[in-house]
């Protein structure tokens, strides 16, 4: 190693340090702090503090809300992530050929994106009032109670979540396909190919690789869902819309149950981490055999 | 430069005396924090301009609340979860005494309040303030839960109001049958998955003679019963004795639909005689009010509810602020507040007094309502009992559950919280 | 331009337009009278109003929330990008020790859930007294966009040339000289596009800060908004109102400075 070069480490070092010691404060030592909170009886309110062991985790393996909670998470991530990727693509389509007003265009369509989930919450709270909601007047007068009635819930709020979402997507896909070279068209459609075909052989393989990584985004995001539906229906009705973190926030916050509570939260961190760790196995899977 | 010094330094020393002056000895501010009341004529800043002008040189903020009761529970338990909140004086639900109390919230009254004082007040109101022997707060308005009916309706089927379950079926029916009115809905109560679901529950439960919380501290000390209590609620909604939409209905939208004539029962709080009653309801004097009813005669009670007022153990003016209190919680205020917010007394003198009745005849069967009404599990624990159950009595009432699961589930949860909690 | 293509640069535009409905008809709920508010159809009011606007700016804690909500997101941003900036020039250019272990413990952590960490952040807030201050929710809120401001600045650095820093050393500039004179402007755009998202993060931020705050001390403007009062009534055209106010900066952004923070987005997801 030349001298410059362990002077640029050193360097580097130095650059990184703050930032290191930030993360390392408040990332790292949360992390591990909230294992060990989670092995508690916690509630500082009436003093209570001692060693839980792994009880919190067996009771949650035996606890139907706990199971209720992960099953809605994981239909709540599944459909909106899915349907956030079909409407993306579509609005992404259309988006490509625009010549006039792409700024207003895109304008309408980052709007939903950029503000707050809290927003969101309150804008469709009011859409689907059962007596005033735009929705059901829409609808033709219809009479629904969405956020009230159990079986609408749910698609309420994935509703909710793929409007705000779904510009993500599109922007993301968009971008990938104003660089695909305008020969590749061209050649399909020497070889005859119609727009289905050109789509699916031509646009979609293109699109793979960004449609992948969007996909990996909004699966964590979704994941760890909490605003939305937290403002939205509070979890309810008959606790249809409680996801994981809603559940661990319960616990926390309104319950007191910190050790308990934490418990839920490293359950969706652990979740996290392996749909990211298997994500990226099988990407580098298909890289190896592409 | 250096008189501009002598004068900064002069209001430093000024700043710094009045922080260590004792309180009470300056200008002095109070932070009150209530719900926002709503009313014909909002009596607080009135109120609250007559406390000043007694005591001067004391300013009176009042701060706002969220919205709903949980959402209240959790801006307080947020604010003052091991520190000392910005206020002094604090509206509290009644199903919070015991918590806050064990927490160390509240400032212990007991030394301060004589017992004369609090013997005006409902006894049932005054054992909600009560937790561990000691007294935590003093009692603001009061409610009960009760039966309202259409006068009109009954009458003209020749029916009395219903005192038991199968009356007040038979009743829909029959009314229902007679007036082939589909927008005539029969029994309308609070389903939603909030706290007011459990009022409704636990009032079942008491209709059928069992409770949530035996004296041993057990839960569902009887689940058969428990079980049939649910399963009556669940048949309401089945056999459309009461509509579907009761599961996502709370207070107000109830009421709504009871005011608007769209319904023959509703079980509320008494804010709704108000509004029933007011000019331009489609309901006026046509509606009457009875006990809830029971699955046998006899045994239906309402619960009781309505706030208290209690003094944040941080305040820096504990006698200012009890006497505060004592200011909003005492006759006259309560009086202004029956006048002008249709909050209701929890001092008994008032439902006889001559010119409140002369406004609301319906004040002495009020106080016989409240005098027979049942508190909620008065309990440290209450909201994690009510949090516990909402989701699983909920889904009861959409049908998502048989009523021995959910009771079975919530037994085992709430025996595991509680365990750990002790 | 062919009409065909007008046409459908039109119908597209519509499409959009419908989209954006619930902002829209949020938009007219916070300008409509009260007594309308409940009554559709139908759909337009017969008059416009101001009375919400003015009922949640002197009534509301709303103006001190996005007093709050700005304060915090500005130092939010100002200290993920004084911290991230070095950081990610490091790992774009210089021979860190343990480069692509670290690279990837940033990007794992911008995937972190905030449900993880609340609890021990919450016990760290309540343990130093913060709670209720923007100090607690800059913290919070830097820890997690200081690592995506790094990995999208690391990008950026990466995308500039070295051989431009190397051709003014040559020239007889000091390091520093280099990085100040050359990089730094040529790194600007990506420097807006890195603050712009931290900034939108903290602002739409909401569980850390329902957790961390308290009073209008420090109280954010989603928190406001979820939280806005009302007794038995909700204040629909209240919290219209609110909404909009709470979402202002998010739309001057859109429209403003849509340039930087498209690129911000595609730059945090398609680099790799």
């Not at chain 1, 070092?13 to 390392?24: I, Q, R, W, Y």
């Not at chain 2, 005494?97 to 007040?121: I, K, M, Q, S, Y």
């Not at chain 2, 994690?384 to 009771?407: C, D, F, N």
């Not at chain 3, 959009?16 to 949020?26: G, H, N």
Request: aromatic letters at 10%; glycine letters at 8%.
């Amino acid at each position: 190693m030349t001298r410059r070069e362990r002077a640029d480490r050193r360097r580097g070092l130095l650059l990184m340090a703050p930032t290191l010691a930030t993360l390392a404060v408040l990332t790292v030592y949360p992390g591990a702090w909230v294992l060990w909170l989670s092995l508690q009886y916690r509630v500082p309110a009436f003093g209570v503090d001692r060693f839980a062991g792994a009880s919190h985790y067996a009771f949650l393996a035996g606890d139907p809300r706990f199971w209720s909670a992960a099953r809605t998470t994981a239909l709540f991530t599944v459909a909106s992530v899915g349907l956030e990727l079909v409407l993306g693509v579509a609005v992404a389509l259309a988006l490509v050929g625009q010549r006039r007003g792409r700024r207003l265009a895109f304008s309408l369509l980052l709007l939903a994106w950029a503000m707050p989930a809290v927003v969101t919450a309150r804008l469709f709270e009011w859409l689907y009032h059962p007596a005033a909601g735009l929705l059901n007047v829409l609808l033709g007068g219809l009479d629904l109670n969405w956020l009230g009635d159990p079986a609408l819930a749910l698609p309420a709020v994935v509703l909710a979540d793929v409007w705000r979402t779904l510009p993500f997507v599109a922007v993301l896909a968009y971008a990938r396909l104003l660089g695909i070279p305008t020969e590749l068209y061209e050649a399909a459609q020497v070889d005859g190919a119609g727009r289905l075909a050109t789509f699916t052989r031509v646009t979609l393989p293109l699109l793979r690789g960004v449609l992948l990584i969007a996909v990996l985004f909004r699966t964590l995001d979704a994941l760890r869902a909490f605003d939305l539906m937290f403002v939205l229906t509070g979890g309810g009705p008959a606790g249809t819309t409680e996801t994981l973190t809603v559940y661990a926030y319960r616990g926390l916050f309104q319950m007191l149950q910190l050790g308990f509570g934490s418990a839920v939260g490293v359950v969706v961190f652990a979740l996290v981490m392996l749909v990211a760790w298997a994500y990226l196995r099988l990407l580098r899977a298909g890289e190896a055999a592409a | 430069m250096r008189g501009r010094r002598a004068v900064l330094l002069a209001a430093l020393l000024a700043l710094a005396g009045c922080a260590e002056r004792p309180p009470g000895d300056g200008p002095v501010t109070l932070v009150f924090k209530h719900a926002r009341i709503l009313g014909p004529a909002d009596p607080f800043p009135g109120l609250l301009a007559e406390f000043a002008a007694a005591h001067p040189g004391v300013r009176v903020t009042s701060e706002s609340l969220p919205w709903s009761s949980d959402e209240q529970h959790q801006f307080y338990v947020i604010n003052l979860e091991g520190r000392s909140p910005g206020f002094d004086v604090m509206m509290l639900d009644v199903i919070w005494v015991p918590e806050f109390a064990r927490a160390g919230w509240l400032l212990d009254l007991t030394d301060r309040v004589r017992p004369e004082e609090l013997a005006p007040h409902f006894a049932s109101t005054v054992a909600a303030a009560t937790w561990a022997g000691r007294v935590w707060a003093l009692p603001w308005n009061m409610n009960v839960g009760l039966l309202y009916y259409r006068a009109d309706l009954l009458a003209k089927y020749g029916l009395r109001p219903p005192e038991t379950w199968e009356e007040l079926e038979a009743a829909v029916r029959t009314i229902r049958a007679g007036e082939r009115d589909p927008r005539l809905e029969g029994y309308l109560w609070q389903g939603k998955q909030y706290e007011g679901m459990v009022v409704n529950v636990l009032e079942a439960l008491w209709a059928n003679g069992t409770r949530l919380l035996g004296a041993d501290g057990a839960v569902f000390p009887e689940p058969a019963r428990a079980v049939e209590a649910l399963a009556h609620l669940r048949g309401l909604l089945a056999t459309g004795v009461s509509p579907r939409w009761v599961t996502a209905a709370d207070e107000e939208l109830s009421r709504r639909a009871f005011g608007d004539g769209r319904a023959v029962f509703l079980r509320n709080w008494p804010y709704v005689l108000d509004l029933v009653e007011a000019p331009g309801s489609a309901v006026r004097g046509r509606v009457g009010l009875a006990p809830l009813p029971g699955r046998v005669r006899g045994a239906g009670a309402g619960s009781t509810g309505g706030s208290h007022l209690g003094i944040s153990r941080g305040t820096r003016h504990p006698d200012l602020a009890l006497a505060l209190v004592r200011f909003l919680t005492g006759e006259r205020a309560q009086r202004a507040m029956a006048t002008g917010a249709a909050l209701y007394p929890t001092r008994t003198a008032l439902y006889r007094d001559p010119a409140l009745v002369a406004r609301n005849r319906w004040l002495p069967r009020i106080h016989d309502l409240m005098l027979a009404g049942r508190p909620r599990p008065v309990t440290p624990s209450y909201l994690l009992l009510s949090t516990t159950l909402q989701p699983e009595l909920s889904a009861v009432l959409v049908g998502l559950k048989p009523p021995a699961r959910a009771i079975a589930d919530a037994r085992r949860r709430l025996d595991y919280f509680l365990a750990s909690r002790r | 331009m062919s009409r065909g293509g007008r046409l459908r640069d039109a119908l597209v535009l519509a499409a959009l337009a419908a989209y954006a409905v619930p902002f829209v008809w949020q938009l007219l709920t916070s300008l409509k009278p009260e007594a309308e508010l409940l009554r559709v159809p139908p759909l337009l009011p017969a008059r416009l109003t101001l009375d919400h606007y003015r009922v949640v700016l002197e009534q509301s804690l709303i103006p001190r929330a996005l007093l709050n909500s700005l304060g915090v997101a500005g130092l939010t941003t100002l200290s993920a990008l004084l911290l991230g900036l070095p950081a990610a020039y490091a790992l774009a250019r210089l021979p860190v020790p343990g480069r692509s272990a670290l690279l990837l413990g940033i990007v794992a952590s911008t995937a972190f859930p905030q449900i993880a960490t609340v609890s021990p952040l919450y016990l760290m807030m309540r343990a130093l007294g913060l709670r209720d201050t923007w100090t607690a929710l800059v913290l919070a809120h830097t820890s997690f966009a200081l690592p995506l401001v790094i990995w999208l600045l690391a990008g950026f650095v990466r995308e500039i040339p070295p051989a431009l820093e190397e051709s003014a050393a040559v020239d007889g500039a000091s390091r520093g000289q280099a990085l100040r004179f050359i990089l730094l402007p040529l790194l600007a755009p990506g420097v807006a596009s890195a603050g712009l998202l931290a900034f939108l993060f903290s602002w739409n931020e909401f569980l850390f800060a329902y957790t961390f705050t308290a009073t209008g001390a420090s109280r954010t403007v989603p928190v406001a908004l979820a939280l806005f009062p009302g007794v038995f009534e909700v204040p629909w055209g209240d919290i219209a109102a609110a909404s909009m106010l709470a979402s202002l900066p998010p739309v001057l952004i859109v429209v403003g400075l849509q340039r930087y923070l498209v690129r911000g987005l595609l730059a945090g997801a398609v680099k790799d």
